[in-house]
């Protein structure tokens, strides 16, 4: 075999829940109390790439992360190996050990979830190397939950499941990143810092301690999860946005309710969302949602032609700081966004909503990206993150 053959770079993408996920069923499985939703956001801003290489013999398996060497012995990574290794087609006639390097092109564990862009990249290039073949996103579960629903474009649900091995908790496309192109993406980065309690920690104390949980996962999901999926498919915004904040502001009511509580939005974030409020009403109609993860950054999902305006409104609020240059602070592949913002005469209706008391120290800086594609496999030999000789570029 040529190391052609056994090296392999993938890159895979950052999702962001609109139905949420909190709290599971099975800790080591990774099998939720409940279903969830997302929409995958395109590549070209948020991603992360990873190398694989395999080589015969005896060695132990190495993982480098953002430049660092990781502990390959932390237990989702091994989960993740043995079950990609139990379902390999290809490489079982000899013993080989893997070297990984994965890079992200955003902070890590900040509230942007690389989790899920991390895993999810690691199991499609063992997939791609090791031949395995049907479901993958049931590994890439065992390895971050929501990593599952990175394995897909578009809008992706991952079905909680029944059984008690997870072999039917998986991820699942409600529709590709085709079917509603419209669909953009504005991420406020509050702050990038870590957070004070992980996710992980934060839906264990949940389910322990919240009432609310149970009425949550039994009562309020379900019937969530359908409206959402034809809000969807009937791209039927005004449903979606409503749909979308319900869900982000139940999230955070059972954190705040989990004892001892958890608060993972900041003033910031909350002043984000009376803005957003107050800009839907005088609209008369729903132009962009809000959502927000386990930390303080506003994600708001908003249909393409409001885009330039519901900038307009969020720097007229939090302005760029005087030490960073617009196109910093306002991290767009679309070059003309800010004029375009800049440009905008707030209409009667919504102009008293236009901030006089600005805050130019309440963003890091603003995202804007759009629903995009699913995992790729990269040929062009100049991103490998492994060289010629098989060490890793760092």
Known sequence: LKMAQLLVTCTAPVNIAVIKYWGKRDENLIL????????????????TLTTVLAVEGDGDDEIYLNGKKENIQAKRLQTVLKEIRRRATKLSDKKYYVRIVSVNNFPTAAGLASSASGYCCLVFALAQIYGVEGDISSIARVGSGSACRSMFGGFVKWEMGANADGSDSLAVQVAPETH????????????????????????????????????????????????MEHAILSKDFEKFADLTMRDSDDFHAICAATQPPIYYMNDISRRIVGLIHKFNKASGQAKVAYTFDAGPNACLYLPKQNVAEVLSLVLSHFPAPSTTSSNEYVRSKDETIVAQAKAITPSSSTASLYGSSSD????????????????????????????????PKL
């Open 32 to 47: 939720p109390l409940n279903s969830s939703l997302s929409g995958t956001l395109h590549q070209e801003n948020l991603r």
């Open 180 to 227: 509603w192109p419209e669909i953009e993406i504005l991420i406020l980065v509050v702050n990038d810092h870590r957070k004070d309690t992980s996710s992980t920690e934060g839906m264990q104390q949940s389910v322990v301690t919240c009432d609310l949980m149970t009425y949550r996962c039994k009562e309020i999901v379900p019937r969530r999860m359908k409206e």
């Open 360 to 391: 130019a120290s309440g963003l890091k800086y603003i995202l804007h990206t759009k629903v995009g594609p699913g995992p790729q496999i990269i040929t062009d030999p100049s991103m490998h993150l492994i060289d010629e000789k098989g060490h």
